[in-house]
């Protein structure tokens, strides 16, 4: 295997900012230091850092891959190439697949595609349905970054496993997962939704997405989630936070990797809001809806205090022509990991976050919340999930440089103020200058056993 001697690299990480190189024997960082010499005998490649920003891989901990089952939106293959052409290296993946992850022979099956497929590293969540819950409950800490209920349908009367409090009950009493929910009160949703329905018949306009998915629907469930979690101590983590609101109820007294509670908020909530819909139309139809932008602006400070831990991204990607139609039949979701780490720096460039916040919210936060080893810092003997941004040449998002299998993008013709210049994935100089140069498959995610 290969090693990389990177010289003269200005590196993020850990909330410092400092001058060094970095020898990667193998997987792993051997050695951080000022200067590094090799003995004339050592084989290995140099890379030059100089002007670059060297940072760790981010680790998405929220997406959808779409494998097995729905690969005609995307695959492990070809969303994980995406992911590392914009700077992730390690993800998390959602159960939503067909057949759904609900049983550990089919999460050990996905595990079985990924380990051939997956180019970025990755670990999976075990899903959470009416049924399973014994089953969920098997699941060793180690081997799945937690159990959630993600993009699954729970029940006739309860689409979303939240709106069943006996059984949130039964789930937080007894379980030692990190468990993450999906957040909306099905009750306000329906009564919002028929009211639209009553006025516009089929022809619901997209901008009611937000008035029917509505901000106190979100507010309302995620109130009665954290009081039942906190009456049983339960390790809970909010996925996709998209109300100013709600991230005022998330405590900034401890560190992540302590908190009984967390929260993450994605790229696109920070981003888009109901302003946007004349622009980008169902591109930006999401569950949770987008919100106003006093949120995106009350998000980032959320960011900013800690009260949001990470930031990931949602990855849905949808053929676009499930992306066209009327209300009803647009799917909610959109493809993001590619622009995702661009789309956070944007904020730096902005003056709103520093590198060391960008890389605290995507990547060292990440590891700590999820309690993953070796990854997310650079740190000598951890392995080498590294990227090389350059904060001084722009990228414009446009039609022949998606690399989504679904080929769009929310951005289109977004112009980034830096570019993803170098990925290293376990040592693998896996993407230059926008060009996946590896096909070596990603490892499964470790975990520490108490969380
Ligand atoms: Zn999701």
Known sequence: MKHTLIKNARIIDDGKDYFADVYIKGNRIEKVSASINLPIETKYDEVNAEGLVLMPGMIDAHVHFREPGLTYK???????????????????????????????????????????????????????????????????????????????????SHPTLCNSLDYLEKIFSSSEHLIAL????????KKNYEKARDEFKEFIPLHYHSIIRSSEACITSTKEILSIARKHNTRFHLLHVSTGEEAKLFDNTEPSRSKRLTAEATVHHLYFNTDDYERLGNLIKWNP??????????????????????????????????????????????????HALLGVLEFYFKGKLTLNQVVQKTSNGVADLYRIKDRGF??????????????????????SNINYKCNWSPFLSYTFSSTINTVFVNGNKACSNQNLISEIPGKRLKFEKIR
Not at 182 to 189: K, L, M, N, R, Y
Not at 384 to 397: H, N, Q, R, S
């Open 74 to 156: 995307g695959n492990m293959r070809s969303e994980s190439a995406a992911a590392i052409s914009g700077g992730i290296t390690s993800i998390m993946d959602m159960p939503n697949t067909v057949p759904a992850v609900l049983t550990l022979d089919i999460l050990e099956q996905k595990y079985g595609i990924a380990a051939e497929n997956c180019l970025t590293n990755y670990s999976f969540f075990m899903g959470l349905s009416k049924d399973n819950l014994e089953e969920a409950l098997r699941a060793s800490t180690e081997d799945v970054c937690g159990l959630t209920d993600d993009g699954l349908y729970f029940d006739e």
């Open 378 to 399: 650079i740190r000598e003997g951890y392995y080498a999930d590294l990227v090389l941004v350059d904060l001084e040449t722009p990228y414009k998002v446009t039609e």
């Open 289 to 338: 809806s987008v919100k106003s932008a006093l949120d995106n602006r009350e998000l980032l400070e959320a960011i900013k205090e800690n009260r949001i831990d990470i930031v990931a991204t949602d990855h849905a990607p949808h053929a676009l022509g499930e992306k066209i139609g009327l209300y009803d039949a647009v799917k909610p979701g959109g493809p993001m990991v590619q």
């Open 182 to 189: 999906h957040s909306e009160q099905d009750a306000i949703i």
